[in-house]
């Protein structure tokens, strides 16, 4: 059986996203096609778009067989940690056996010597992002300028290929291409056995933000189609907004879109304002530090800015220096929001980062997929919530725990923004909606 596992956070999901799909499938051979997605909270430290069940309907919609979570203590993480985290899911799976990801770049190989470099971590590669970070610089910037060094260096001791500066400049300045390195890198620590397999990314660039009109042969990026929706305030513009994405999305994706967008609001960092201004007024700057991502010095920062708060996001652009990116900052206003701390990762990282495998949703003629599943995965398989405390250790519960406040939370603010929890039509349906992540149900297609 040939499982090949995409890494993906679909918000939303996009022709580019479908065309992956069906690459892996016609191109890889893939007899079944498992989806690791985050849950309602992504990488970029904000609150996914839609819900994640969803965007797991969508991803089913356009070809995926089964898609599974990733806790949100890993898809609210650092590319590094988000990327071992998806890893480590296709693993304890047991029948995942490649991994297709997409890059800018299409050099498997330079991006694997890159990878392996990183993974090994050479000494004098340690030393000069040790020196660079305290000169000032954010860790990406740090990173780019020691791997810089050590391959003007290698190539001086041992003849070989020099790795450019323009070129390496250039494939680290994709947050794409970070996220491959990281997969690779993940792959090498791990020794694992799973195959990995680069599609070089076509079409818009990963933050444009406009979406190209009649070309639907170019992909626009997810941050085109979330500026699209935005475009002129909630619910404005819907007709000619849901016009211009008939070129971005896929027709079954487009209409799931569409017909939640009749019920309920999409939501976005600042819908969350309110919530981190108490927060963060009722917090000590010890209390901040303990915060995932923190530390001692960015709590006092906090603290120091809060007579300036208006909003998440102007809080988060305020905040913003030299050393610390804007998407590491919003990470961090995140995890105070769900009171994600460093010992949390301390307890997800024993547990190799995860406990269990919690199915969004699968498609009927996936069983043979969910029967290998059952029989192979190395750790708990979890249909229901409800499930999850007779079969999680108390770690890998708190774990657990971190997602059903998350998605508790998720649920409450998309009600608070609409004013109600579903609109009279479907009421009259009786489609009553889930009070609590205990009573939402996998999605389920032919």
Known sequence: MNVIGIIAEYNPFH??????????????????????????????????????????????????????????????????????????????????NGICFGAESGDLALLRRIADVLADEPADLKASLKHNLKSGNTFPKAREAALLSYFADAADQDGALPVSTETLSSLLASPNNILALEYLKSLRRRASSITPYLLKREGAAYHETSIRSGASEVPAS????????????????????????????????????????????LL???????????????????QLARTADSSPEFANRMRNQLPYYTSFSSFASRLKSKEMTLTRINRILLHSILDITSSDYACGNALDKIPYLRILGFRKSAAPLLAALKASAAVPLITRPSQAPKLLSPDAMQVFE?????????LQMRNQKGGTPLRAARMQEHDVPPASEYQRQIVILP
């Not at 971190?402 to 998720?410: E, R, S």
């Open 15 to 96: 022709n580019g996203h479908a065309y992956q799909i069906a690459h892996v499938r016609k191109n890889l051979h893939a007899d079944y096609i498992v989806v690791a997605t985050s849950g309602d909270y992504v990488q970029r430290g904000e609150p996914a778009l839609l819900d994640k069940y969803t965007r797991a309907r969508m991803a089913l919609s356009s070809g995926a067989d089964v898609v599974l979570e990733l806790p949100v203590l890993w898809s609210t993480a650092s590319a590094e940690l988000f990327a071992d985290a998806g890893i480590s899911l296709f693993e304890k799976t047991g029948c995942v």
């Open 222 to 265: 997810a941050s085109a189609i979330r500026h699209t929706l935005f475009a002129g305030g909630a619910g404005a513009s819907e007709d000619s907004a849901d016009g211009i994405l008939h070129h971005a999305m896929p027709q079954e994706a487009l209409s799931i879109l569409q017909d939640y967008r009749a019920d309920f609001p």
């Open 402 to 410: 971190h997602d059903v406040f998350a998605g508790n939370l998720y």
């Open 268 to 286: 976005c960092a600042d819908d969350f304002s309110s919530i981190l201004g108490y927060l963060l007024l009722s917090s000590s700057a010890s």
